[in-house]
């Protein structure tokens, strides 16, 4: 299986110069979680590794895949050196354990804009070569230049694929769709599929499909060919039994022949796209979206569900919109729908942090606009959100603003009785009754201190 081995950024968005590595110990899922503060670089991680598998035009020619260009900082190269601002990507085949390609994405100073090479030597390590010489505009695997060339070709006909690459934000929407079957043929799976906002209405393209395959499906099942009557449903009944899951039965999808149709059965009504929660909408979108391209793919071994095809997986902050129950199902759901699938997401949410057992956590911090990678974890799902609040994510306000402030108050008017300012006893009585209000946890947080002062002072101030 090919699988992103290693990515370095220099002078790219919040970062200067920063290594991540995604190697894993056996038996270890292949997710990688990227969370810190905003404007730490998960995005600028994301958009860099979609761009290893990018399609690049040679010489000149303008690239604009999810405007990674615009986090370069400076556009100059030289052929004895690096140039200013690169990001470099290793690709492994697990298999063999064998370095497939180094690749180079770097500013152009000819045209502002940037370019992709590979290393004339991919050593089996994980070293980064910084001459300018050693790099060529063609890769030295052959499954890697077809598979980045299909990207922009008419047709895929006559052609394998061993891996594939997407991109999704949570920020992509489903929208509903006038159905027109005779459009799917001419669709390519592999393009626009590492631009995490598409510009197409993928409401139109996964209703399409579902009706498209459904047919096909229903022709095969006349004809007596079971079984390329149920592989056409594969794809489609994957994305139904996950959203079941996700939803304990309240979707169901339904499709109507005259005029052809997909109903969307929410709580046994029926709805628009449009009108469901952006929840499901957020979700529908991009995990319609990805079926649906395994499922137009030209599979090398056609033998495997398209759901178990070796994919590299990038999710940009997928909780948005998503309710705290979703977001605790949403990854192991991915991992369990996607098995073959090395995954990469970016994430503030605790609930994603802590929904399954040791995934890389790459936690990021920045100081003054730089970010750096501060340490990394395993996730564990033994750990309390407290805790992953406070450790992980670094929030270390535990209640509302107002009950916050509450207790910065009452610790200064504690600190100044414990000295023995008794001038403040009746401010300190006021604001105590207040926090009582306030709840169980709050009185656990601060009854230490009312122990203390009974100490110093001999009165109980809780009675």
Not at 23 to 42: L, Q, R
Not at 253 to 269: A, C, G, Q, R, Y
């Amino acid at each position: 299986m090919l699988k992103v081995d290693q990515l370095y950024l220099h002078n790219i968005g919040p970062f200067n110069s920063e290594k991540f590595e995604f190697t894993i110990s056996d038996k270890h899922p292949d997710i990688h979680i990227f969370t810190g503060p905003n404007g730490s670089g998960k995005t600028t991680i994301m958009h860099a590794i979609a761009s290893c598998f990018d399609f690049f035009e040679n010489d000149h020619k303008e690239h604009t895949s999810n405007l990674f260009y615009k986090r370069f900082h400076k556009f100059s190269e030289d052929k004895k050196t690096m140039a200013e601002s690169y990001a470099h990507c290793i690709l492994r085949s697990t298999e063999k354990n064998k370095v497939l390609d180094k690749i180079a994405i770097y500013g152009c100073k000819n045209c502002g804009n940037i370019h992709q090479d590979y290393e004339k030597t991919a050593t089996n390590s994980s070293a980064i070569s910084k001459n300018g010489k050693n790099y060529q505009n063609r890769p030295h695997s052959q499954k890697i230049g077809d598979y980045k060339r299909s990207i922009v070709s008419k047709s895929l006909r006559k052609k394998e694929f061993e891996f594939a690459a997407f991109g999704y934000s949570g920020y992509r929407l489903i929208k509903s769709s006038h159905i027109e079957i005779e459009n799917q043929d001419s669709f390519n799976p592999l393009h626009l599929a590492l631009e995490f906002v598409k510009d197409k209405n993928t409401g139109f393209l996964v209703s399409n499909w579902m009706v498209s395959r459904f047919s096909k499906s229903a022709i095969e099942r006349v004809k007596g060919n079971d079984k390329l009557a149920d592989k056409y449903m594969q794809g489609v009944n994957v994305l139904q039994n996950a959203i079941s899951e996700l939803t304990n039965d309240e979707i169901k999808f339904e499709i109507d022949t005259n005029p052809w149709n997909v109903k969307l059965m929410f709580n046994s009504k029926e709805v628009e796209f449009d009108v469901l929660p952006d929840g499901l909408r957020s979700l529908l979108s991009w995990l319609g979206d990805l079926l649906m391209r395994l499922d137009e793919i030209p599979w090398k071994n056609d033998s495997i569900a398209v759901n178990e095809q070796n994919i590299i997986l990038l999710l940009d902050e997928i909780e948005v919109h998503l309710h705290p129950k979703w977001q605790f199902l949403i990854l192991p759901l991915t991992r369990k729908l996607f098995p073959n699938a090395q995954i990469f997401v970016s994430t503030h949410s605790p609930f994603v942090i802590n929904s399954l057992d040791n995934a890389k956590i790459h936690v990021l911090k920045t100081k003054k606009g730089i970010s750096k990678l501060k340490e990394i974890l395993l996730s564990n799902t033994g750990y309390s959100y407290s805790y992953v609040y406070e450790n992980i994510l670094e929030t270390t306000n535990r209640f509302g603003i107002e009950a916050m402030n509450k207790i910065k108050e009452f610790n200064a008017l504690e600190e100044k009785l414990a000295s023995g300012d008794d001038s403040v006893e009746e401010q300190f009585l006021e604001i105590l009754k207040d926090l009582k209000d306030e709840g169980e946890e709050v009185m656990d947080i601060i009854s230490s201190k009312l122990a203390k002062l009974q100490r110093l002072k001999g009165k109980n101030y809780l009675i």
